[in-house]
């Protein structure tokens, strides 16, 4: 544990305010989003600039005590969590809420790592633009671990992860020194791209202050449709319908089972099927455009859909007609994880596949989990456009001590995920980040040149090791259990 003596220096440097001590202050912030890992710190650091930030640092370099960066602590995969013997401190970012500079001209938000999502996003709506990146937890996540995990989402297939919208950056390095990277340059040959090592980093080489965001036109007018298909291959077959028709105006396409929808239904109140007809699958559409120009989206898409139908692609489909409409299909889309959770214990996979592959994955690897674990039910919903599947594994019906159920099924079943998305050529994380909940499987998945080289990096940046110890980087005892490359 770390002594008084050390957050009295701590003390010393930022100020009471700066410093929080009082365990039930501190207790909602040492464990993850999910509940799955709890940890234990002496103390919440909590500096309000970046010059405060870098001081911080280097007096935990002199100190020898490890830091935890921390925004919104969303993280899905204990990545924000501090360890459990209590030897590091948390360095909450959540006092630098600034947002810098907004400009409609440059289409560039400079914003500190402590601003709010949709804080960001009104901020952009105000001056007619937005930040095209959205997720569940966008009342709560922060830019900083945002742009640290390289979160998706729902728009990806139109604008991209957080590599493609982060167009600057700052950052205090462990030794303390200020990464300045915030000039938003078209063009920079200067060697190793310093900022797309941070990004998705983890916060294991850097802690970001500040990004440089890309922002676009805010929508004028959308159409949001959604159609019953008979197999994720069908959709598969309407996305590139609706890329060849619809062009680049796509803005989201999901798929998802009607097992999913009917959580939904059952758990959320006032939801509804968009469509009459029972249909196995689902698919979610949304097409925006930036100008009124004539035809309008509604009609473009009614087109789309119709030639889908006549194709035999389509059952059944429908548009909404007013934006009340449309927010109700969005709401069953983004109401899909709590009614998963909801069902019971279950084990929840955030992994991708090339997009080629991902209908036959969905199906396939659904029905190989429930065959070698007799009793669970498996299903998968996700973002077709760039082969992100979210694939669960409920535990059997009347399962009711879950943590039991997953640690004497989890390893296995987890690893039997993996193997099959490392078998399609997937990645066993697409958006949510390794932490340390995944850290094992990328060491027994990964070549060994892939994490000799995530090693190297973190070992040139960070020597001391001080940076969100035990994420992403896997430990030297779990390369006993490499098996091969990934």
């Not at 940046?461 to 994420?471: E, I, R, S, T, V």
């Amino acid at each position: 544990m770390i002594g008084q003596d050390i957050i009295d220096r701590f003390t010393a440097l930022l100020g009471p305010k700066g410093v929080t001590t009082n365990m039930d202050d501190i207790a909602p912030w040492v464990s993850d989003w999910r509940g799955r890992y709890h940890g234990a710190a002496a103390a919440i650091l909590s500096p309000d600039s970046t010059h405060l930030v870098a001081e911080t640092v280097k007096l935990a370099a002199e100190l020898g005590v490890p830091l935890v960066p921390q925004g919104g602590n969303t993280s899905m995969v204990g990545g924000a969590t501090p360890p459990a013997d209590g030897s590091a401190l948390i360095l909450s970012l959540r006092r630098m809420n600034r947002i810098r500079s907004l400009s409609a001209q440059d289409n560039v938000a400079v914003c500190e790592a402590g601003v709010i999502l949709s804080v960001l996003h009104d901020a952009a709506r105000a001056e007619g633009r937005r930040f095209p990146l959205s997720l569940g937890a966008k009342g709560s996540a922060t830019i900083g671990g945002l742009v640290s995990t390289n979160a998706g989402g729902t728009q990806v297939l139109r604008h991209g992860t957080m590599r493609a919208l982060v167009d600057g950056l700052e950052a205090v390095l462990p030794d303390g020194s200020i990464f300045d990277g915030l000039d938003a340059l078209k063009k920079d040959n200067r060697g190793y791209d310093i900022k797309q090592l941070l990004i998705g980093a983890e916060g294991t080489l850097g802690i970001v202050t500040a990004a440089s965001l890309r922002l676009v036109p805010a929508i004028v007018t959308r159409a949001v449709g959604w159609a019953g298909v008979d197999s994720p291959e069908q959709a598969l077959r309407l996305l590139r319908l609706a890329e060849a028709t619809l062009g680049d105006s796509i803005e989201g396409f999901e798929v998802i089972a009607d097992d999913s929808l009917g959580f939904v239904l059952g758990h959320i109140p006032g939801t509804r099927s968009p469509i009459e007809t029972r249909t196995p699958w689902h698919v979610l559409i949304e097409i925006d455009h930036a100008d009124l120009s004539d035809p309008g989206p509604g009609e473009r898409l009614e087109g789309a859909l119709a030639q889908a139908m006549e194709q035999g692609i389509v059952i059944d489909a429908a548009i909404a007609t007013n934006e009340t409409q449309a927010e109700a299909f969005w709401r069953i889309r983004e109401s899909l994880s709590e009614s998963e959770r909801a069902q019971g214990p279950a084990l929840q996979y955030d992994i991708s596949v090339p997009v080629a592959k991902m209908p036959a994955f969905m199906i396939e690897a659904a029905a190989a989990a429930e065959a070698a674990f007799p009793g669970t039910t498996a299903s998968s919903f996700g973002h077709l456009g760039d082969g992100n599947v979210h694939f669960h594994v409920r535990a059997p019906k009347g399962t009711s001590d879950g943590p039991a159920w997953i640690a004497a099924q989890g390893q296995a079943i987890n690893a039997f995920v993996h193997d099959a998305v490392v078998a399609a050529g997937g990645s066993i994380s697409a958006e949510h980040g390794i932490g340390q909940m995944k850290r094992a499987e990328l060491a027994r998945l990964s070549s060994p040149a892939r994490i000799a080289a995530l090693r190297a990096i973190k070992t040139a940046f960070d020597p001391q090791g001080l940076f969100n110890p035990g994420k992403l980087i896997p430990l030297p005892e779990e390369d006993d259990h490499a098996t091969g490359p990934a």
